[in-house]
């Protein structure tokens, strides 16, 4: 399997403009995690969807983020408009359904600089 | 609330030496997963255990090693004879045990291996 995968791998971006991101997770895994990395606050969740439905997005810092997940396959990070504050590494991550909570898999992420 | 706690910011060793990283956390819950991941200077996450609360028995994967102590609410994360590769930065996770649900990160330990 190819693992996960995120596009674009580096985006650099005007305050203002709006930013999407995109994560592909491993076939037949049915979690799908968004996570953003700062040094000020470390890797911290998002939002995460099981099946396809989003279960928890109080880790959504405002209005300005939106997440998507239309099939299995695909998912999106909006940022609009987009902030300095945002610039961050954002990680995508998949999971297997099964029993108990399983280890979940990393995409390369997503270096997003906001200028 | 769950919380995870690495009060090693940054660990340097010589090259053989063996080094423990310290991972402490906090939860109400009474069943649970622990994880650790590691992080190269690539920047991807790389996935090394997965540990339920019921299994307090130590484990060895090569030079790795894990100690968790449910009574110290610890599960920490030995090398042994250290080598140049092993130089990144260590995460200690937690989550719930029942579904595939998000990981709360600690800050992480930098691990610099020198040769």
């Known amino acids: 399997d190819a693992g996960v995968i995120q596009s674009p791998r580096h985006e650099v971006t005007e305050m203002g403009q709006e930013v999407t991101l995109r994560c592909k997770p491993i076939s037949g895994h049915n979690s799908l995690f968004w996570y953003r990395q700062t040094m000020m606050r470390g890797l911290e969740l998002l939002i995460y969807f099981n099946n396809n439905v989003p279960i928890d997005d109080s880790g959504m810092p405002e209005d300005r983020f939106s997440a998507k997940m239309p099939n299995a396959s695909f998912s999106t990070l909006k940022i609009q408009p987009s902030e300095p504050r945002d610039s961050a590494v954002y990680f995508c991550a998949s999971s297997p359904a099964g029993q108990g909570n399983n280890e979940q898999f990393f995409g390369p992420g997503t270096r997003l600089t906001v200028l | ?115």
């Open chain 2, 1 to 115: 609330a769950q919380k995870v706690t690495q009060a090693q910011t940054e660990i340097s060793v010589v090259e053989k030496e063996d080094v423990t990283l310290d991972c402490v956390y906090e939860t109400r819950d009474t069943t649970y997963y622990l994880f650790w991941y590691k992080q190269p200077p690539s920047g991807e996450l790389v996935f090394l255990i997965r540990r339920n609360s019921f299994d307090e028995q130590n484990e060895i994967s090569g030079r790795y090693s894990w100690n968790f102590q449910k009574s110290t609410s610890s599960f920490n994360f030995t090398i042994t004879a250290s080598q140049v590769v092993d130089s990144a930065v260590y995460f200690c996770a937690l989550s719930e045990a029942w579904g595939n649900t998000p990981l709360v990160f600690g800050k992480g330990t930098r691990l610099s291996v020198i040769a």
